[in-house]
């Protein structure tokens, strides 16, 4: 049984989802669902997902711009979580959206986005990509490369408006494989080397493309607000005399708490932060997506093989890993974890994954309350780039997703069958 002061820890953690707790069977609750009777229902691995979380992070971006300014537009970014219930909830509450590939912005046009709120994004857009966006009417195509710049304007027999992106030289402290704002980056163009000014002259005198705007994505899982007001300077100092930018977009990556130990800025202060040097005739966009899904996720495994290495280790083993979070895996990163119906305390234990690799290990050296075989292991905080980096390693099943508000569950995403694993055979 839970004690009073678990229960406090996690109503007050920035890492479960907002509304979280442990209810009085001692049991973890996700919006107002107990978390033992969803899997009870759906299964494990599972990705929870407590839908008024999103809603009301979406609302805060919404709410710290309006209350400072006119001109502004939030896009999900939808590579976080690329889940039609979540394009459906974004665009109910008033975001735009930045897509990635032809499958997101699919995902986004199937899920009813008015495809003007659409933003396509990439640094190797295909023809059929392009082709697709213009055809639906996506209105802005994130312009990338001289390539695309040429591809783009020779397939349209309308204007399209544009952005450019900017690689704006600025690097903020973050895992190197999260880092695009620096001048040696695969993607946009470079300012410290002048392509960026080249690609404003192309883009001006081509024939369709309409220049309205500078993107910079700098980078992910960031902490530090102070890169995001470079941006903006950087990308202000390319609007010249001679064009009317009216917009500035600023990507994502605001970060947000894996661990208790990690305390990102709030939507507030980086909302001050992107508008503090935005020249006052530009509309400002941002493009969030791990601040908006990741603390509404938690994924529950159901706990296997317990093996102890006495003097070592004492392994836990889950039914997931590696094919529902690939994070740990490739980015070192950190996860806190416990059992959901046995909060807090107890000793060290390393969760390890199904697959069959031993780096297939999801949070080392983490306190399990007396992990025992059949108990519901939560992992929170994956509700951003766990289901949209997963895989089939081993022909395992991709988990499905589950909605859980005001104590209603219901699946937005089913488990993958068997069959699904043989149905692309030809
Ligand atoms: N805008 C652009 C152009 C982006 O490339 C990204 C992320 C975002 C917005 C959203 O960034 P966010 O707010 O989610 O940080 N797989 C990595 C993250 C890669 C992010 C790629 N681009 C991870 O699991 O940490």
Redesign the pocket.
């Given at each position: 049984m839970s004690t009073t002061s678990e229960r406090h820890a996690v109503e007050a953690s920035p890492v479960y989802p907002a509304g979280s707790r442990v209810n009085e069977r001692g049991h973890l609750e996700v919006g107002g669902c107990d978390v033992v009777d969803v899997v009870a229902e759906f299964g494990t691995p599972a990705y929870i997902y407590a839908e008024e979380d999103i809603r009301s992070r979406a609302r805060a971006y919404l709410d710290a711009f309006r209350s400072r300014t006119d001109d502004y537009e939030v896009l999900y970014?939808s590579?976080?979580a690329p889940i039609t219930a979540i394009y459906k909830l974004c665009a109910e509450e008033g975001l735009s959206v930045?897509v990635?590939s032809g499958g997101e912005l699919h995902m986004a046009l199937r899920a009813g986005f008015d495809p003007a709120r659409i933003y396509l994004?990439g640094n190797n857009k295909t023809e059929a990509e392009l082709r697709y966006a213009a055809e639906s009417g996506v209105g802005h195509v994130i312009v990338d490369s001289f390539g695309e710049i040429q591809r783009l304007d020779a397939m349209l027999d309308r204007p399209q408006e544009v952005l450019i992106r900017v690689t704006p030289g600025v690097l903020p402290t973050t895992h190197s494989y999260?880092q695009?704002g620096g001048l040696d980056s695969k993607f946009g163009f470079g300012l410290e080397d002048g392509l960026a000014a080249r690609a404003i002259a192309e883009v001006r005198a081509s024939r369709n493309l309409r220049l309205v705007g500078l993107h910079a994505?700098i980078g992910?899982?960031i902490f530090e607000l102070e890169p995001y007001v470079s941006a903006i300077d950087a990308l202000a100092g390319l609007t010249g005399p001679d064009w009317e930018c009216r917009i500035l977009n600023v990507?994502?990556?605001?970060g947000i708490a894996y661990t208790a130990d990690d305390a990102p800025p709030s939507i507030g202060d980086y909302v001050e932060a992107l508008l503090r040097n935005a020249p006052d005739d530009v509309t400002v966009l941002c493009?969030?997506?791990?601040?908006l899904v990741g603390n509404a996720g938690v994924t529950l495994y159901r706990v296997g093989t317990i093996k102890r290495i006495r003097g070592v280790r004492t392994y836990v083993a889950v039914d997931g890993g590696m094919s529902d979070n690939l994070?740990p895996m490739l980015?070192g990163a950190r996860y806190e974890a416990e059992i959901a119906d046995r909060f807090g305390g107890g000793a060290l234990c390393t969760i390890a994954g199904m697959h069959c690799e031993s780096g297939d290990v999801l949070v080392r050296d983490v306190e399990l309350n007396d992990p025992r075989v059949g108990d519901v292991l939560v992992v929170p905080a994956t509700g951003?780039?766990s289901h949209a980096?997963a895989n089939n390693y081993n022909a395992v099943r991709r988990p499905p997703v589950v909605f859980c508000r005001n104590g209603d569950a219901r699946v937005v995403v089913r488990r993958e069958t068997y069959d699904d694993l043989t149905t692309r055979d030809v």
């Amino acid at each position: 049984m839970s004690t009073t002061s678990e229960r406090h820890a996690v109503e007050a953690s920035p890492v479960y989802p907002a509304g979280s707790r442990v209810n009085e069977r001692g049991h973890l609750e996700v919006g107002g669902c107990d978390v033992v009777d969803v899997v009870a229902e759906f299964g494990t691995p599972a990705y929870i997902y407590a839908e008024e979380d999103i809603r009301s992070r979406a609302r805060a971006y919404l709410d710290a711009f309006r209350s400072r300014t006119d001109d502004y537009e939030v896009l999900y970014a939808s590579k976080a979580a690329p889940i039609t219930a979540i394009y459906k909830l974004c665009a109910e509450e008033g975001l735009s959206v930045d897509v990635a590939s032809g499958g997101e912005l699919h995902m986004a046009l199937r899920a009813g986005f008015d495809p003007a709120r659409i933003y396509l994004h990439g640094n190797n857009k295909t023809e059929a990509e392009l082709r697709y966006a213009a055809e639906s009417g996506v209105g802005h195509v994130i312009v990338d490369s001289f390539g695309e710049i040429q591809r783009l304007d020779a397939m349209l027999d309308r204007p399209q408006e544009v952005l450019i992106r900017v690689t704006p030289g600025v690097l903020p402290t973050t895992h190197s494989y999260v880092q695009t704002g620096g001048l040696d980056s695969k993607f946009g163009f470079g300012l410290e080397d002048g392509l960026a000014a080249r690609a404003i002259a192309e883009v001006r005198a081509s024939r369709n493309l309409r220049l309205v705007g500078l993107h910079a994505h700098i980078g992910s899982q960031i902490f530090e607000l102070e890169p995001y007001v470079s941006a903006i300077d950087a990308l202000a100092g390319l609007t010249g005399p001679d064009w009317e930018c009216r917009i500035l977009n600023v990507g994502g990556g605001l970060g947000i708490a894996y661990t208790a130990d990690d305390a990102p800025p709030s939507i507030g202060d980086y909302v001050e932060a992107l508008l503090r040097n935005a020249p006052d005739d530009v509309t400002v966009l941002c493009e969030p997506g791990r601040a908006l899904v990741g603390n509404a996720g938690v994924t529950l495994y159901r706990v296997g093989t317990i093996k102890r290495i006495r003097g070592v280790r004492t392994y836990v083993a889950v039914d997931g890993g590696m094919s529902d979070n690939l994070r740990p895996m490739l980015y070192g990163a950190r996860y806190e974890a416990e059992i959901a119906d046995r909060f807090g305390g107890g000793a060290l234990c390393t969760i390890a994954g199904m697959h069959c690799e031993s780096g297939d290990v999801l949070v080392r050296d983490v306190e399990l309350n007396d992990p025992r075989v059949g108990d519901v292991l939560v992992v929170p905080a994956t509700g951003a780039y766990s289901h949209a980096m997963a895989n089939n390693y081993n022909a395992v099943r991709r988990p499905p997703v589950v909605f859980c508000r005001n104590g209603d569950a219901r699946v937005v995403v089913r488990r993958e069958t068997y069959d699904d694993l043989t149905t692309r055979d030809v």
